[in-house]
């Protein structure tokens, strides 16, 4: 049987040659074959689907070569039983003097219809020919092909040689190759064998790369008559070095040695670079596991270990790798620090999770601990059966110490080591959870802030300002009040968590507010801070929520209660009450107005307030304020409005709108020749911008106003922020011409110390410093005081604030430079500023109070 069925055959070229021979008439001439359509390697594909051995060669023989041959051939009609021999046929009969008939397989011979309808072959013998037939059925399952071959036995096996896929050869024990098929001529390179015969005279020197293997090939054919699977290295025609197995047998002379050698090559180079590629892999394998930094081990099924690696054994505490092996004999409870933790992977590997990635916590030689992280596999035979484990480690003791640190400082504050905001949202989700599950009848939310905290930080620096904080979160930790949790939430802003219990949270608040304003000495310095507290109490009657909703419920309210607070006057607690929404909402919609206002440039508008020269009542300029008349609320004041923009982020957007229209006015007035300088204040803010320069520079070459006419204030605590750059730019600003005044002087820190270094031509003294000045001898003696630090400076001074005759006198028996105040001139638009002081000849002088 072969390994095509008739229909497939009949689709091949092969068969198709052979119908051309076969479906000859016998009357025809003989033909002579022609080679067949098919490429070689589809020919030999399908001669080797016969699987006929050497009749298939045979038939490759006859078919394939353009060469003359009679093919004795017979067509049966299985149907009718009925023949047609061909031309060949007969004439080979007649030469042997027989009937064709008696040339023919037995099988056909007999009855027909015992023929098997497969691809088969067959012999005959008659007197001294050889004759191989090839039976081919038809598909159609009714006609038989029946092809005969004559054979030379001799010629065949010559062509089995030349067919052969290995390369077999014949060579003299001197060395000089007598024979070689078209394989051996392939794999070397040359077309024929004279070819090779020229190029190779001795195999020895001109074949072997080293030349001793054909001496050490010699002689195991003389000592043994045979060599098996001898490899050696061989170069072929174009000097490419290919490794070859040999198999030979020696042809011994009369005095017993090798004269001939016959054998067969195979081309083995592909597999000794897999075996090169092989040994390097295990070498490298090798390498890696014993200088591994990571330990490496197998062990058995049962608990102990089969092979560990340099570093798994230093890791573990232990000289060697062999110690570490010998030590472990269970490693369940010796390794493992939970015994059932290798019970449990084993399960888990066992029930096809082959593979397994776990942090542990394991002991080391001398009973300490570590932590490693384990990838484990268990590894199984063909059948599925687990045979060991292998496995890769790593030291996580230093990895773990650390996630438990970066743990800590995502939910502590690195300052105090408090808890920060996200562990007060967990406290305050387990109290709501506590409260749902009847555990805990209510708590207090308590939203603390410390007072003025932002001047001591911005003038003393952020390192004192630290130092507040921590003494403050020391002293609210240090309250003997139990059931609450403190967390710092950011900036100077904490929170308390407090449980319901026998003292009442008022009592609590003022303990809290008490401890931190008692004096801390930092820095050599004395000081004292309040704080602002808002409240907020959640019990089981509140509205049901989900826990995050209820939470930022809380947030909110104790923020808008602490707000309250800071309304309050500061430094006092307040409690949340739905009213503090409703103000809420108001100051958002007032947010929102002030935007709009901002883009309509119809609201605002500007006052000014003169400076009034206090020896001669000489107007010597005008303070520039800014008014907003809201279309439905009327006139709001500035008290309510400037910290609003603060909050909101838009002070710098006003601060452009005045110096605008400052400069705008300004140009105004110096197109009439009646220039007055104006004095803009500054936001720290907008100080803060790095294109303050440019920007005013900038207003400047817009309008082309004379910089001297141009004052900036700004306040001691908005220049005192960041003191170098603060000297930096107002430098740079002086360059320009532009006056500067230090605003709010006194209500600072360390102002004094700083103003020395300051580029600024005038201090402006807060109304606090004179409210008592007539009946208080103190408030004078500062006064006298800072009017001649200022005047020895070289500074004009100008003082806030007068409002009656009395302090008038007091402050011009000072000699001060400078005054403003409502008794001497109320902040007015700039028609009505012009139409008080400005006359025919200029800006007019008040008539100053007897």
Not at 678 to 693: G, H, I, R, W
Not at 784 to 799: E, F, K
Request: charged content about 20%.
């Amino acid at each position: 049987m072969t390994g095509l069925t008739p229909a497939q055959f009949e689709s091949t070229a092969l068969y198709r040659q052979l119908a051309r021979v076969i479906e000859q008439p016998a009357s025809a001439p003989l033909l002579q074959t022609v080679p067949l359509a098919d490429s070689d390697s589809q020919l030999l594909a399908t001669v080797d689907r016969l699987h006929m051995g050497d009749d298939a060669i045979l038939l490759l023989i006859t078919l394939n070569q353009p060469r003359p041959g009679q093919l004795p051939c017979i067509s049966l009609d299985l149907k009718h039983e009925q023949n047609q021999p061909n031309q060949a046929l007969l004439q080979l009969a007649e030469t042997m003097h027989c009937d064709y008939q008696q040339l023919l397989p037995e099988v056909i011979q007999q009855n027909w219809k015992d023929i098997p309808l497969a691809i088969f072959s067959t012999e005959v013998h008659y007197q001294n020919l050889l004759l191989r037939w090839l039976i081919m059925p038809r598909a159609d399952g009714q006609t038989l092909y029946c092809l005969g071959m004559p054979v030379d036995e001799q010629e065949l096996y010559q062509q089995i040689l030349e067919y052969s896929v290995d390369g077999i050869y014949q060579t003299h024990r001197s060395g000089k190759i007598l024979f070689a098929n078209q394989a051996l001529l392939q794999l070397f390179g040359y077309d024929n064998l004279e070819g090779m015969q020229r190029a190779i005279q001795d195999v020895s020197s001109d074949l072997y790369v080293h030349p001793e293997h054909r001496h050490q090939f010699v002689s195991l054919l003389d000592e043994h008559g045979i060599a098996e699977a001898f490899e050696c290295q061989m170069r072929t025609a174009t000097g490419k070095i290919i490794w070859l197995r040999q198999n030979a047998r020696s042809v011994r002379g009369i005095n017993g040695k090798t004269v001939f050698i016959i054998g067969t090559v195979s081309d083995i180079t592909q597999q000794k670079r897999a075996e090169q590629a092989l040994r390097y892999a295990e070498e490298q394998y090798r390498g890696l596991y014993e200088n591994a930094v990571a330990g490496l081990f197998r062990s058995s099924i049962k608990g102990y270990f089969l092979s560990v690696n340099p570093a798994l054994a230093t890791m573990f505490g232990f000289n060697s790798p062999a110690a570490c092996i010998r030590y472990y004999t269970d490693l369940s409870n010796q390794l493992y620090v939970k015994p059932q933790q290798r019970k449990q992977l084993l399960r888990q590997m066992l029930s096809n999770k082959d593979v397994i990635r776990n942090e542990m916590e394991v002991y080391r030689r001398d009973g300490s601990t570590m932590w490693i992280l384990q990838n484990l596999r268990l590894v199984r035979d063909a059948n599925g059966k687990a045979l060991h484990i292998e496995g890769s480690t790593i030291d996580i003791t230093q990895s773990k110490q650390a996630q438990q640190r970066i743990n800590h400082l995502a939910h502590h504050d690195s300052l105090t080591q408090l808890p920060n905001r996200i562990a007060l949202a967990q406290q305050i989700s387990r109290c709501l959870g506590e409260v749902s599950k009847g555990l805990c009848s209510g708590f207090y939310l308590l939203m603390l802030d410390l007072d003025n905290f932002k001047d001591i930080n911005d003038t003393q620096g952020h390192g004192l300002g630290d130092q507040l904080l921590q003494i403050v979160a020391d002293r609210i930790r240090s309250l003997p009040a139990q059931h609450f949790d403190v967390a710092r939430i950011g900036g100077d802003e904490f929170a308390l968590l407090v449980r319901q219990n026998d003292q009442t949270i008022e009592t609590f608040c003022q303990q809290l507010l008490d401890v931190i304003a008692q004096p801390m000495q930092l820095s050599n310095q004395l000081f004292r801070i309040g704080a602002s507290i808002g409240v907020v109490h959640y019990q089981p009657t509140d509205p049901l929520q989900t826990a995050d909703q209820a939470l930022q419920r809380l947030l909110r309210q104790a923020d808008l209660a602490l707000y309250q607070s800071k309304d309050n006057g500061r430094n006092c607690y307040s409690f949340y009450s739905p009213d503090l929404d409703a103000r809420l909402q108001e100051t958002r919609q007032l947010e929102r107005d002030l935007y709009d206002a901002l883009r309509s440039e119809e609201q605002f508008f500007l006052v000014f307030q003169p400076l009034i020269n206090c020896a001669n009542g000489r107007l010597l300029g005008a303070e520039v304020l800014l008014r907003w008349q809201h279309p439905d609320r009327g006139l709001i004041s500035p008290a309510q409005f400037i910290p609003l923009a603060e909050n909101c982020g838009l002070s710098s957007e006003l601060d452009d709108w005045v110096l605008r229209h400052a400069c705008q006015q300004l140009r105004q007035w110096q197109d009439r020749d009646r220039p007055l300088p104006l004095s803009v204040n500054l936001s720290a803010q907008q100080f803060s911008q790095l294109d303050l320069l440019s920007r005013i520079q900038g207003l400047i070459d817009e309008f082309a106003i004379a910089p001297a006419y141009l004052g900036l204030e700004l306040t001691e605590t908005a220049a005192l922020t960041n003191h170098q750059t603060a000297v930096t730019v107002l430098k740079q600003l002086r360059e320009l011409g532009i006056s500067i005044a230090l605003d709010d002087f006194g209500t600072g820190y360390s102002s004094l110390g700083y103003l020395q270094d300051m580029p600024v031509t005038k201090v402006k003294l807060d109304r606090a410093f004179i409210a008592g000045i007539v009946s208080d001898p103190r408030q004078r003696a500062i006064v006298s005081a800072v009017v001649s630090l200022v005047r020895s400076l070289g500074l004009i001074l100008n003082v806030e604030g007068v409002e009656t005759v009395e302090q008038f006198k007091v402050l011009q028996a000072f000699h001060v430079d400078e005054l403003q105040g409502f008794l001497l001139g109320r902040p007015v638009i700039a028609a009505e500023l012009e139409r008080q002081w400005l006359g025919a000849e200029g800006w007019q002088a008040l008539t100053l109070p007897d």
